[in-house]
């Protein structure tokens, strides 16, 4: 079974532009969670979705943005960069998602804002 | 902000050793989970142990929970070289779908 795929594994932008991170978990997975993780803050919760619904949201601006598609897949959207989203944004999946189960974790795409 | 904290914030440690990382969080839990992650790669998840068991084992793995101290203590038994990650232990709250995790620490096992 292909695990969570990411991509792209890297990027570099400027301030002021915006980026969509794609993520396509393991087959027959519903749920799908973001983190921003950063050497200052640590991993940090951004949204988790399910079914084509966002399940739940960290404390993160409203220019971090995401979806899900019928087929699972998800894509997350951060507009108007600045420096400090510069960061290792990952993506996990699971079967049915939280309160209970283990997350299984993409590589992540590192994101670099200059 | 985080609500769990691990310590010590690194370790370092022979090979041959045991590792012995703890793990304390704020809120009641469901279960709490240790995760691996390799330098800048993703996590990995080790074991999870429910809110109503105290020890759980997994190869050179045990873990332990007192939900009373709300502490869970991870021991990494006869330490190799490729140990050498950073690790962190996440719990789920209540019905909330988000697991949450501490700051994590890093694990260096010298050859």
């Known amino acids: 079974k292909a695990g969570v795929t990411q991509t792209p594994r890297y990027l570099i932008k400027t301030r002021g532009q915006q980026v969509t991170l794609s993520c396509s978990p393991i087959?027959?997975?519903?749920?799908v969670s973001w983190y921003q993780q950063t050497p200052g803050q640590g991993l940090q919760f951004l949204f988790e979705y399910f079914s084509e619904t966002q399940r739940n949201k960290g404390n993160f601006p409203g220019r971090f943005s995401g979806r899900q598609f019928s087929n699972s897949r998800s894509e997350m959207n951060v507009s108007t960069l600045e420096l400090g989203d510069s960061a290792l944004y990952l993506c996990a999946s699971s079967f049915a998602g939280g309160p209970t189960g283990e997350l299984f974790f993409g590589e992540g795409s590192r994101l670099t804002v200059l | 902000s985080q609500q769990g904290e691990e310590d010590p914030q690194a370790l370092s440690i022979q090979e041959g050793e045991n590792a012995t990382m703890n793990c304390s969080y704020k809120t009641s839990i469901n279960n709490l989970q240790w995760y691996r992650q390799n330098s800048g790669r993703g996590l990995v998840h080790l074991i999870l142990?429910?809110?109503?068991?105290r020890e759980k084992h997994s190869g050179r793995l045990r873990v332990t929970l007192d939900t009373s101290k709300k502490s869970s203590s991870l021991l990494i038994t006869a330490s190799r070289a490729a140990d050498t990650a950073s690790y962190f232990c996440g719990h789920y709250t209540g019905a909330n779908s988000k697991l949450t995790f501490g700051k994590g620490i890093t694990l260096s096992v010298r050859p």
């Open positions: 087959s027959g997975h519903r749920s």
């Open positions: 142990i429910r809110s109503n068991e």
